[in-house]
Structure formats: structure tokens, C-alpha cells
Antibody, heavy 124, light 109 residues
Framework: QVQLVESGGGVVQPGRSLRLSCAAS????????MHWVRQAPGKGLEWVAI????????NYADSVKGRLTISRDNSKNTLFLHMNSLRAEDTAVYYC?????????????????WGQGTKVTVAA | SYVVTQPPSVSVAPGETARITCGGN??????VHWYQQKPGQAPVLLIY???DRPSGIPERFSGSNSGNTATLTISRVEAGDEADYYC????????????FGGGTKLTVL
């Protein structure tokens, strides 16, 4: 079945780095734009970043621009989030999310598959 | 920047109809998507493109969008519908911006 499994979360000190991974299965990963969405403890959903199906295009929320980088390896069906200069406000559960239609980028699409999330805690 | 507003909470008795709104300037011109999130779980897509249901979502869940308000309607509410509900739109200009509403906690009395 269609599945997204995140990994790489943990506790990290402010200013340090972390890399999240998301393993995709059950669908043609290379055909879909992918996203990271995060949720701080007790808070709502916050979109973080998007990457096009072929990796050529990316966009970020203003709150993470310049510190977080989304990338993908279509040969390994894996999505990544490289997190640098981490801050306390980056503490959240990070979800890997699939765009609903294939071969679109930023086209008002819904997010039809979500991973179970990986928790990142930034604390001294 | 574009802002969408949801009521923090909605309460309804079992069997009644719940309506959760998502307000935004001329939101009727945008495609609105809705998600359900139960405690400790990932969000699930309920409604996409204002009013379409993914396969497996009960017909009790429906959506509409006009003017400055999009609405998620849950008919014949069940105890299992108690959850947080989020609306989602895109506001693309020079850059891509994905926007979620603040979420609405549905309580089944």
C-alpha cells in the first residue's frame, strides 16, 4: 500500500544540524511533488517546503528559508530535509507528505498521503 | 500575506450536523482542502478541491466554498468524528505559499 515512513528525528542542541529522511513505497515516487509539514507541540500544521517531482524546483516557508533544505533521491524513493542552525522554535513533529496529482508543482493541490511523522526537539 | 481563519472549537451532539468554517478574503476563488487529525495521529485528507471526497471517506463529510467562506459539513456526527480539522489553501505569487488554518477542535457532546 502507499506508505511514507520518516526517520532521523531526535534531540539536538540549538545551532546544530539534523537530517530527516522519508522512505516512500507503493506509488511512483518520481512522479509526485513532495512536501514537509511540521506541527509544534499542541499547535497547528505549518507547511515547511516543497520539491518538484524531478527535484529541479523547491520552495520554502519564510520561517525556514536559508536554514532548511529539501531534497530527494528518486533512485532510492527517498525524500530528505536537511536542517541547519536549528532553533528552539523548530521543535515539532515533521511529516513527509505527498501531493495528490502527478507532475504538478504548486498547483493548488491537496496532500493525499502523510507519513506518521518524526519528532525533532531542539534543546540545550 | 493571505490568512485563513477557523473557529477554535465546535461542539455538536451525536446525530446532529457540524459545520466548520474557513474564512479568507475571496476564498471562493481558491481550491480548499480539508484534513482530519485525531490525537497522536497524522492528518488524513477528507475533502479536496472544495467538495471532492477521496475514496474511503464517508459521504457524511462534504465541503462547499463561496465568497469569503469555505465550509466543511459533517452530517450525522459520530463519537469517532471527534478530532481537529484543518483547512488548507495555496497562495502563490512570486513564491509558493501553502497555508493551513489554525484548526478547529470538534467535540462530540
Amino acid at each position: 500500500q502507499v506508505q511514507l515512513v520518516e526517520s532521523g528525528g531526535g534531540v539536538v542542541q540549538p545551532g546544530r544540524s539534523l537530517r530527516l529522511s522519508c522512505a516512500a513505497s507503493g506509488f511512483s515516487f518520481s512522479n509526485y511533488a513532495m512536501h514537509w509539514v511540521r506541527q509544534a507541540p499542541g499547535k497547528g500544521l505549518e507547511w515547511v517546503a516543497i520539491i518538484s517531482y524531478n527535484g529541479d524546483n523547491t520552495n520554502y516557508a519564510d520561517s525556514v528559508k536559508g536554514r532548511l533544505t529539501i531534497s530527494r533521491d528518486n533512485s532510492k524513493n527517498t525524500l530528505f530535509l536537511h536542517m541547519n542552525s536549528l532553533r528552539a522554535e523548530d521543535t515539532a513533529v515533521y511529516y513527509c507528505v505527498k501531493d495528490r496529482p502527478a507532475y504538478t508543482y504548486g498547483d493548488d493541490d491537496a496532500f493525499d498521503v502523510w507519513g506518521q511523522g518524526t519528532k525533532v526537539t531542539v534543546a540545550a | 500575506s493571505y490568512v485563513v481563519t477557523q473557529p477554535p472549537s465546535v461542539s455538536v451532539a451525536p446525530g446532529e450536523t457540524a459545520r466548520i468554517t474557513c474564512g479568507g478574503n475571496n476564498i471562493g476563488s481558491k481550491s480548499v482542502h480539508w484534513y482530519q487529525q485525531k490525537p497522536g495521529q497524522a492528518p488524513v485528507l477528507l475533502i479536496y478541491d472544495d467538495s471532492d471526497r477521496p475514496s474511503g471517506i464517508p459521504e457524511r463529510f462534504s465541503g462547499s466554498n463561496s465568497g469569503n467562506t469555505a465550509t466543511l459539513t459533517i452530517s450525522r456526527v459520530e463519537a469517532g468524528d471527534e478530532a481537529d480539522y484543518y483547512c488548507h489553501v495555496w497562495n502563490n505569487g512570486r513564491d509558493i505559499h501553502v497555508i493551513f488554518g489554525g484548526g478547529t477542535k470538534l467535540t462530540v457532546l
